[in-house]
């Protein structure tokens, strides 16, 4: 069973000619199957804990350790990381001009299976997948992210992670900039992977909102670069109810 | 790109914009138009029309010490039936109608070529096949003169190759016979030390449309120079242009439309990509719309893309206008460095690194490579564009 092993990781980034730490001994572990939400206040480093874990070159790991299934993500290379099994959906996915979708899920397919798939197969299978997200077909022939629309990028995210079926699925603010209609699809796309038990996630995100449709096994607190309480859903209902408040005042003298 | 700068000036519509007092593209060139080399001054390097160029490295083209020696380039030209090629002597009416030269190198080789090549397609003929022009250096050096000319309601597709190692001057005129069509691919794929200097000259008829298609990989300095002009309204000039210019080349693309009739078209597209130390990309696009040319509907856009340090852009566009009375005219210029954004996103998907900037680069020119509609001059296009990028992973 594959198994995210985060231990005592920090994280830094030059920022205005200064180092600035921004993870603080993180400390989590994430198995096959199961959801853990990880909530927290707007600059507590939930954003830092995803772009470091797929590799970012903006930041810098100062101590502890990542693997992936014992092996070191730390050591691998940003599209090893992702061969290796981890799929981070990206809040602010890049436009790539001239790239098309389809073109662009294809070879992202063809490196993840390490070989290329079957043209008719792989035809139909993006076919179905974008229609389950409500994705109209011209979409595979509009160019990577260019002119989306903030739901579009979204969905197209998720529509990535249907196909590629990673291992370990970080979803950063994933929910951040939808309305009620397009949460839900999107909410949908991601339970239809976790349904099938094969994948961890990893669920980023400074609302409640979404834990409506996607309900997390484990809800973690962020707060000032590592997490500062650990619980079960219920977790997330007690944030809802009394807000961050507590614990960035807690974090800040801690 | 995240970190491209978009510049657009003058995009209008007609009746609001601003009219220039006097035309300054004219001016703007150190001497006026002439097929004598002995009315240029031999350039110092600080001259307007010659202040990016690297004189040094024009092995002579530009201060008359440049001498032809024989079989220095071969020029093979292959015609489908009933397109006539002939050689003919400087006294033939045929030539320079086009166009005058406009700086000394361009008056340089008209001064000293032997035997120009005149290739005419008859009014009212259509080619099904291209005519094929190899221009093929043997480490000479020449002075060349074409003339492409189309008869009246003629449709015609041109690809000229340029290859091998040759210090090159020429000019090239393209005389468009009314509504006649002509596209014409010039592919300068010289071997690394070539010099290739050119001057295009287009004359538009009236209803005739244009469409030049500059590919510009190999040389060491190379430096084209294509102009149009209009004969009649109702004309069309698509000019685009893709580099990818290496280490130590120098690639220069100067453009000047000229919209001397009114109810003309244009538009100039360029794209390049620029790799590795000394890599240096000109490209100056100057569009003049006189006071005559109502009705103009005019846009010109330069693209670059810096995949590495040390490389370095000098984009120029220009517009002038002299009348209000028009339809459009705008242009836009970016250079954006290669944006690490977009190879993260790609490797965040498995994509590795060499194969993500190849996407990435395949992209930029794609748009462009696709506006071509000759579907093998774009796949060799594509293909050499995927050999150059292997050659810089390598």
Excluded at chain 1, 180 to 186: E, H, N, P, Q
Aim: aromatic share 6%; glycine share 10%.
């Amino acid at each position: 069973m594959a198994t995210l092993e985060i231990r005592d990781l920090h994280v830094t980034v030059e920022a205005d000619n200064a180092t600035k730490e921004i993870l603080k001994g993180v400390d989590l572990t994430v198995k096959q199957g199961e959801t853990h939400a990880i909530m927290g206040p707007n600059g507590s480093g939930k954003s830092t804990l995803a772009y470091s874990l797929a590799g970012h070159p903006k930041y810098t790991i100062t101590s502890g350790t990542v693997t992936l299934d014992g092996e070191d993500v730390l050591e691998m290379s940003v599209d090893e990381r992702a061969r290796a099994g981890l799929f981070l959906a990206m809040q602010y996915p890049v436009e790539v001009p001239g790239v098309s979708v389809s073109n662009f899920l294809r070879t992202s397919a063809t490196a993840i299976r390490g070989e290329a798939p079957k043209l008719r197969t792989w035809v139909k299978e993006v076919k179905e997948a974008m229609q389950r997200l409500n994705m109209d077909p011209s979409f595979a022939e509009r160019n990577v992210n260019e002119g989306f629309s903030g739901g579009e990028k979204k969905r197209h995210e998720i529509l990535q992670l249907e196909l590629l079926k990673p291992k370990m699925a970080i979803l950063d603010e994933t929910d951040s900039g939808l309305d009620v209609d397009a949460l839900r699809v999107v909410s949908e796309g991601v339970n239809r992977v976790r349904e099938t038990g094969e994948v961890g996630t990893l669920l980023i995100t400074h609302y409640t909102r979404i834990l409506r449709y996607i309900k997390p096994d484990h809800v973690h607190v962020f707060s000032g670069g590592r997490i500062v309480e650990s619980g079960g859903a219920e977790l997330a209902d007690k944030l809802e109810n009394e807000g961050y408040e507590g614990y960035t005042k807690g974090g800040a003298s801690a | 790109m995240a970190e491209a700068q978009n510049i657009p000036v003058g995009s209008t519509t007609a009746g609001s914009i601003a009219v220039a007092a006097e035309s300054t593209v004219a001016t703007r060139m150190s001497a006026p138009p002439s097929f004598d080399v002995a009315d240029f001054p031999v350039p110092h390097g600080r001259e307007e029309e010659w202040r990016f160029t690297p004189l040094e490295r024009l092995r002579g083209l530009h201060d008359g010490t440049a001498v032809a020696n024989g079989d220095g380039v071969k020029v093979d030209v292959q015609a489908p039936q009933g397109v006539t090629v002939e050689a003919v002597g400087r006294d033939d009416a045929r030539l320079g109608k086009a166009g005058t030269p406009a700086d000394r190198v361009a008056a340089q080789a008209y001064s000293a070529f032997e035997k120009a090549s005149v290739v005419t397609v008859p009014k009212e003929t259509v080619l099904t096949e291209p005519i094929r022009i190899s221009v093929h250096g043997e480490g000479g050096t020449a002075f060349g003169h074409q003339v492409i000319e189309l008869g009246a309601f003629a449709e015609a597709v041109v690809v000229i190759d340029h290859t091998g190692d040759a210090v090159l001057a020429a000019n090239v005129d393209y005389v468009l016979g009314d509504g006649a069509k002509l596209t014409v691919v010039s592919v300068q794929d010289w071997d690394d030390k070539a010099v290739h200097v050119a001057q295009h000259n287009a004359l538009i008829g009236r209803d005739a449309s244009f469409k030049s298609v500059v590919v510009t990989f190999g040389g060491d300095v190379v430096r084209l120079h294509p102009r149009v002009q209009y004969a009649g309204p109702g004309g069309e000039a698509e000019l685009f242009g893709l580099y990818f210019t290496d280490q130590g080349q120098h690639q220069e693309h100067r453009l000047l439309v000229d919209h001397n009739v009114p109810h003309c078209k244009s538009n100039v597209v360029y794209k390049g990509a620029l790799q590795g130390d000394d890599a240096h990309a000109v490209w100056i696009g100057d569009v003049l719309i006189e006071a005559k040319a109502e009705g103009t509907d005019t846009y010109e856009m330069n693209r670059n893309l810096v995949l590495t340090d040390g490389a370095r852009v000098d984009s120029v566009p220009n517009l002038e206008i002299e009348t209000g009375e028009i339809v459009g005219a705008g242009h836009a210029s970016a250079t954006g460095r290669f944006d690490d954004e977009q190879l993260f996103y790609l490797m965040a998907r498995g994509i590795p690194e060499h194969e993500a900037r190849r996407l990435v680069v395949r992209g930029f020119f794609a748009e462009l490579v696709q506006q071509i509609g000759l579907p093998d001059i774009e796949e060799r296009l594509i293909a050499k564009i995927e050999e150059e990028l292997e050659a810089a992973v390598a």
